[in-house]
């Protein structure tokens, strides 16, 4: 707010396009053509021809991960799935499409230089994400106390190929029926409040392999009106070197 209070996020306008026009930008200038839209707050605002849409109607009372599986029927094949609320570089977009594990997920070595334009205490808005030796994450989307339990930044762009939807898919059944008694994604929530990191970090404990994609800043997220604002500042002022409209 305020400027989400006639839009949903994704519609809100950075250096002249919304968040989602840059992304189905980019999405096409790799040649992928087949894009699907999950809406929810003021879905009758996104109106871009060409694309298959879902809607998650409990928008209000769900998170992430349930808008996911919104169009859990599309996860049959390869696919790539992005956050609503990030740009991204071309070249980012690339490193992912050449990976290939089944579940990569894109990490952001020099997050630590961006995130210091967005806040003075980067442990404010800061979650854990630890690697092994071979790159495969151990550890996401958690509570940290200190920066050494942070080795990068998820940023909320992954794919998902070969075995990776079906391991997904069933895993997501799986949590679904155990969650009647107790969510095992996260104990203090609702399972159908749970967070992508939760689930992320529930298929590292199931022995599933994320592999980190490295890239070193070129993107940006939407999270905050002070995000907004600094951000097209430093457009304005040609100062804006972690991403490249």
Known sequence: MPLTKDKPK??????NKTILERQIEIFRSCNIN???????????????????YYQNKKYDSTNMLETLFCAKKELND??????????????ILEQLIHSKDDISIIVDKNWKEYWKIRSNNPLDDTESLKLDKNGYITSIGQKVSNLNEVEGQYIGLMKFQN??????SDFYEKCKKISIESNPLHATLPFEKSFMTDFLYG?????VKLKAIFVHNGWLELDTLNDYNVYNKLY???LLHFYKP
């Open 10 to 15: 994704c519609m809100v306008k950075l250096f």
């Open 163 to 168: 075995e990776g939807p079906k391991i997904i």
């Open 236 to 238: 304005q002022k040609n």
């Open 78 to 91: 390869n696919i790539i799935i992005s956050y609503g609320d990030i740009i991204f570089e071309k070249k």
């Open 34 to 52: 087949e894009i699907i839209v999950i809406t929810g707050y003021l879905s009758e605002q996104i109106k871009i021809p060409n694309l298959k």
């Open 203 to 207: 298929l590292i404990k199931e022995k």
